[in-house]
């Protein structure tokens, strides 16, 4: 699995940003997929979670209403739209695979991909 995002940028406080994430191996609808972050200085906090077979849907308290997680098999891609963007989403934002969506909106995936940086500031 070889998991590639994009789509980090700058944007204003209430702006809206799109992050994509694609595997150029292994398909990645076998996988639930999930977005984890990591501000300077604070440990990673995982954002969203979209299962394999179901497509359930999980979030994190602090991005629930703003954030939207999907995922289209026929593109071999998931996104992750967030909307309503805080300076306080700023972060390296990750996407990672896993057999199952972790626990709890939990970082405990098994494979990474390089993190892009979204920065809300105006």
């Known amino acids: 699995v070889q998991l590639v995002e994009s789509g980090g940028d700058l944007v204003q406080p209430g702006g809206s940003l799109r992050l994509s994430c694609e595997d150029s191996g292994l398909t990645l609808d076998y996988y639930a997929i999930g977005w984890v972050r990591q501000a300077p200085g604070k440990e990673r906090e995982g954002v969203s979670c979209i299962s394999a077979s179901v497509g359930s849907t999980y979030y994190a308290d602090s991005v629930k209403d703003r954030f939207t997680i999907s995922r289209d098999n026929a593109k071999n891609t998931v996104y992750l739209q967030m909307n309503s963007l805080k300076p306080e989403d700023t972060a390296v934002y990750y996407c990672?695979?896993?057999?199952?969506?972790?626990?709890?909106?939990?970082?405990?995936?098994?494979?990474w991909s390089q993190g892009t940086q979204v920065t809300v500031s105006s």
């Open positions: 990672a695979a896993a057999w199952g969506c972790p626990y709890d909106v939990g970082t405990d995936y098994d494979f």
